[in-house]
């Protein structure tokens, strides 16, 4: 059996990101954060789909002016 990614808090998350972790919240509600699910009441992120969106979130590198 293939071992299983572990999952992150909502603490560990803004920890991570370093926001607080109101600001996760209000990124759930308004759909712009990271991927997250319930576990039971718990929400839970995948590292690779909070790694997913932050390459997502980065804007590609303007040409230099010349």
Do not use: K, N
């Not at 509600?29 to 390459?55: A, C, K, N, Q």
Request: net charge positive; glycine share 6%.
């Amino acid at each position: 059996m293939e071992s299983l990614e572990p999952l992150a808090t909502v603490e560990e998350l803004a920890t991570y990101l370093g926001v607080p972790v109101a600001t996760i919240y209000a990124w759930r509600y308004r759909r712009e954060g990271p991927p997250g699910f319930r576990v039971g009441r718990h929400l839970r992120f995948r590292w690779s789909d909070v790694e997913d969106w932050i390459t997502h979130q980065r804007h590609p590198l303007q040409t230099p002016r010349r």
